[in-house]
């Protein structure tokens, strides 16, 4: 007998048994109780979602110590992580031309190496007063203050272990690939939006439904579209000024790249510390196609406002 499910995302109440599902893709992750064996499809938003319960405990453990990211580092720079630098880079590059003009303040929420806010707090354009960076594991917080400190950046950091810690009000939310962590996204945006000044901008990245091309895809519990991104953020209570998917194309992504193309980019990022900035930024902007807009895209970017 089939059971009646309700949509995290915007509520509806549907039956299970009519419902369109997919298996989650999970190649073995050990270390975590039941796994997930479905995705189920929301028949009014099409968000993805599972059904099956994960122990928030072992998640929390496993963001904090070091398993999700695999390794720190003392210092954080585009030599150490040159992909999370140059997508961190094209994210501002969306956000700060709807930046109001004048001193602001940064909220980034899950903020992994925090590249976002250095590269904020280092643009003449804008002048960042605040950057709060929330992150849960241990080891990136210390580099982060190490980077930071020794960048010489007047912006004043604050890195808080959650949102629980967090204080005041800032002109800019960033949830960067954190809602697909989420199980209670309204809870979960609810919260991060009581941080949001009145006239503040909240800036979304997520995958564009990598179930469709990831052969494992642990630990992600919502999958969205550009219509169920778009419903939650509107039972939010805010409205949204842009929504589009952006990288390469899901249909390029399942092409499986030449052997020369692999081995430049094997030796590029392995002597990836002593070629130039510049030179990095380039290849793996173009590389990783960070700034293409074009149809179902591997990543979901949305900016919305009150």
């Given at each position: ?14 039956d ?17 109780g039941?796994m997930?064996r479905?995705i ?7 968000a993805g ?5 994960i ?6 453990r496993?963001y904090?110590q ?20 140059v ?5 501002w590059?969306i956000?700060k ?17 925090a ?12 002048s960042?007063e605040?950057?709060?960076?929330v992150?849960s594991?241990?080891n990136?917080?210390?580099s ?13 950091l ?10 005041g ?8 690939h ?5 199980s209670?996204?309204?809870?979960f945006?609810r ?6 000044t009145?006239d503040?901008?909240l800036f979304i990245?997520?995958?564009?439904q990598?179930y ?13 579209d550009i ?8 039972h939010?209570?805010?409205?949204v000024?842009?929504?589009?998917t ?5 249909t ?6 030449g052997?020369?193309?692999r ?9 990836r ?13 173009g590389h990783?196609?960070?700034n ?5 895209g591997?990543w979901?970017r949305?900016l919305a406002?009150?």
């Amino acid at each position: 007998m089939s059971s009646i499910l309700n949509c995290p995302v915007c509520d509806h109440p549907f039956d299970e048994g009519d419902a369109k599902s997919t298996a989650y893709p999970q190649a073995g992750t050990a270390g975590f109780g039941p796994m997930p064996r479905s995705i189920h499809f929301c028949p009014e938003c099409q968000a993805g979602f599972i059904t099956t319960v994960i122990n928030q405990e072992e998640l929390d453990r496993y963001y904090q110590q070091g398993r999700y990211w695999d390794q720190s580092f003392n210092r954080l720079s585009i030599h150490t992580h040159p992909g999370q630098f140059v997508l961190a880079q094209s994210r501002w590059d969306i956000i700060k031309n709807q930046m109001s003009a004048g001193e602001c303040s940064i909220l980034d929420i899950g903020a992994g190496q925090a590249f976002l806010g250095w590269i904020a707090a280092k643009d003449p354009s804008v002048s960042v007063e605040r950057y709060c960076a929330v992150e849960s594991d241990d080891n990136l917080r210390a580099s982060v203050q190490k980077t930071w400190s020794a960048g010489a950046i007047d912006a004043k950091l604050s890195l808080k272990e959650s949102l629980d810690h967090v204080e005041g009000r800032y002109d800019l939310i960033v949830l960067s690939h954190i809602l697909e962590h989420i199980s209670r996204p309204q809870e979960f945006l609810r919260q991060a939006l009581s941080f949001l000044t009145g006239d503040g901008l909240l800036f979304i990245d997520v995958p564009n439904q990598d179930y469709r091309f990831k052969p494992d895809v642990f630990p992600h519990l919502l999958f969205f579209d550009i219509m169920s991104l778009t419903r939650l953020i509107q039972h939010s209570g805010l409205s949204v000024l842009s929504i589009n998917t952006y990288g390469p194309s899901i249909t390029q992504k399942l092409k499986r790249p030449g052997a020369m193309e692999r081995t430049l980019e094997r030796c590029v990022y392995r002597f990836r510390k002593i070629l130039p900035s510049a030179a990095l930024q380039g290849f793996f902007s173009g590389h990783f196609k960070v700034n293409r807009c074009q149809e179902d895209g591997l990543w979901l970017r949305a900016l919305a406002r009150r």
